[in-house]
């Protein structure tokens, strides 16, 4: 069985699909693909360069996160460049890496973590998508607390993706985290013994 897990900008997802490695399931991160296709010498890092020119670069050729997040946050087509350079590659290996442990682990849950799912128009990949939902105005606390951003940075940050009350209302299972941990650990819990995974 796979699931798509998603949700918005400082929701939670990291602590659920932690919560369902500690249980046994499987994760594709599409955050940590993203970070290993910016890695210096990866064809999608030098696209990127290219096109944002070296502005975007560090002295010790690493991308520098922070001006490319200014500049992409700040202009929607500019966003869109990001996008349509990164996304096929990301893709092409979160498929892979989904077929491989589907292929070698028949019997587990294989949660793929894609923060832009909806978005990307992924769906279609699992059999069920799992939204982890906070309202907006505590995504805005846990970004300006987490990132220290400001209220204009934080809600910049959100605007950019799907509006998440959108992505609650698409969803096929919901873990609000917008209470404490073990509240959130409950509903997991619920969802696992529902799924038949236990």
Known sequence: MNIGLTGGIATGKSTVSRLLVNKGALLVDADAIAREV?????????????????????????????????????????????????????????????????REHPDKLVVVDIPLLYESELEHLFERVMVVYAPERIQLERLME????????????????????????????????SGDVEETKRQVDRFWLQAGLA
Do not use: C
Not at 162 to 173: F, L, N, P, T, V
């Open 38 to 102: 910016m890695l210096p010498g990866h064809p999608v890092l030098a696209a990127v360069a290219e096109h944002f020119g070296q502005a975007v670069m560090l002295a010790d050729g690493t991308l520098d996160r922070k001006k490319l997040g200014d500049i992409v946050f700040r202009d929607p087509s500019q966003r869109k460049a990001l996008n349509d350079i990164t996304h096929p590659a990301i893709r092409k290996e979160l498929r892979e890496r989904m077929d491989v442990l589907q």
């Open 146 to 177: 987490r990132n220290r951003f400001t209220a204009e940075e934080a809600a910049a940050r959100i605007r950019s993706q799907m509006d998440i009350e959108e992505k609650k209302r698409k969803a096929d299972i919901v873990i609000d985290n």
